[in-house]
């Protein structure tokens, strides 16, 4: 602890040494330690939130073939901006590429409007075409929809050239 150390002078008198006062730090430091390991071991660390995303089995796959009325591409672009089309790409316009946001489900609702005129509700199939200005929380947003919409199968790919040329005569 705190040590004062008194001189005995000659006379019999005692006086102070002037010597600093020195603190004895080791309990306290014990003490800080303790604090340390205690909330440690009681604080829960946030668990890190995880998506499933259902890969396909390694090996080669044979092309699958998607009848047009039972899939529906989605293009994510810029900014949070989804674009839908369900038409073949060889009849790609600029007025088949439809606009659609994810305020009040509306993702959802083409998602589900899609599936009830599909000819086969088991295999209709989701596309997912991120461009390349698209953000990461954009797709993510997707998938929650997905998820919502219990929508099973679905794809990820990439913007094809004719895509590319309509999603940037769109956001321009």
Known sequence: MAEIQIKEQSNGK?????????????????????????????????KPNVMDVGLPAK???????????????????KDGRVFYYQDEK???????????????FQVAKTI?????????????????KPADDSQYKTMVDMLDELAIT??????????????KELYESRIQ
Do not use: C, W
Request: hydrophobic fraction near 35%; glycine fraction near 4%; charged fraction near 30%.
């Open 112 to 128: 589900e409007a899609a599936k009830a005129n599909a000819i086969d509700e088991k295999k209709f199939t989701v596309i997912i």
């Open 90 to 104: 060889k009849n790609l316009n600029d007025k088949s590429l439809t606009e659609v946001s994810f305020d009040k």
């Open 14 to 46: 005692k006086t102070q040494n002037k010597k600093p006062i020195r603190v004895d730090m080791t309990p306290m430091v014990d003490l800080g330690f303790l604090l340390i390991t205690f909330f440690m071991f009681t604080t829960n660390f946030s």
């Open 150 to 163: 219990k929508s099973e199968r679905y794809g990820i790919s990439e913007l094809n050239d004719k895509e």
């Open 59 to 77: 090996g080669p796959h044979p092309p699958t073939d998607i009848n047009i009325k039972n899939q529906i591409t989605f293009i994510l672009g």
